[in-house]
């Protein structure tokens, strides 16, 4: 974004009552954002630590935060297993894709095909699409909006992703119904 488009959000809030509060939570978001974008170019666009160091991520990340990726902190504490565990199965299954982070680092750290990756969301599979492509790795994945279809590509043993904000339990059904 750019200042006008920011000063012309900023006056939409307080033309809107919004409070101090809001007006200042909103500039934060967008100092984040230029943060970000700053990071991404610094770096490349590539993960710099941690066991998926070297992947290319995009300028942005859906429904998340950027930089955390782009530093290798990014749930840190899964990263390690979740590798590990990806390393001992023949296909993985990212439930909540989203922009396809999960899916383009387990497809170009291990040699598993295929590389499933789920959302509700055209907007987020069109970027995980577009993450496996600048990771040259869109050959090993699929992506698809429809869980059955997805259920239906596994192939042998499968390690299974689950990331949709509440409605785990219910993902979980339909893969075993």
């Known amino acids: ?4 488009e920011i000063a012309t959000a ?5 033309d809107k009552n919004a409070s101090t509060y809001d007006v200042l ?3 934060a978001h967008f100092r984040r954002l230029e943060l970000e974008a700053h990071l991404h170019q610094k ?3 590539k993960i710099c630590d941690g066991p998926f160091a070297g992947v290319k991520c995009l300028s942005s990340a859906y429904a998340s935060t950027l930089a955390p990726k782009l530093l290798g902190t990014y749930e840190k504490e899964l990263q390690q297993l979740l590798l590990g565990l990806a390393l001992k199965v023949d296909c993985f299954l990212d439930v909540g894709c989203a ?5 383009s680092c387990i497809a170009v750290a291990t040699t598993l095909k295929p590389i499933i990756g789920v959302d509700i969301s055209s907007e987020a599979l069109e970027l995980a699409q577009k993450s496996a492509l600048l990771n040259n790795v869109l050959d090993k994945c699929y992506f698809t909006s429809d869980l059955t279809d997805a259920v239906g590509r596994v192939k042998g043993s499968a390690l299974v992703m689950i990331d949709v ?3 785990e339990i219910s993902v979980i059904k339909n893969i075993f119904s």
């Open 10 to 14: 900023i006056k939409s809030l307080f």
């Open 99 to 103: 922009e396809g982070y999960y899916t």
């Open 1 to 4: 974004m750019n200042a006008q």
């Open 165 to 167: 904000d509440g409605a």
């Open 25 to 27: 939570r909103v500039a």
């Open 43 to 45: 770096l490349n666009g």
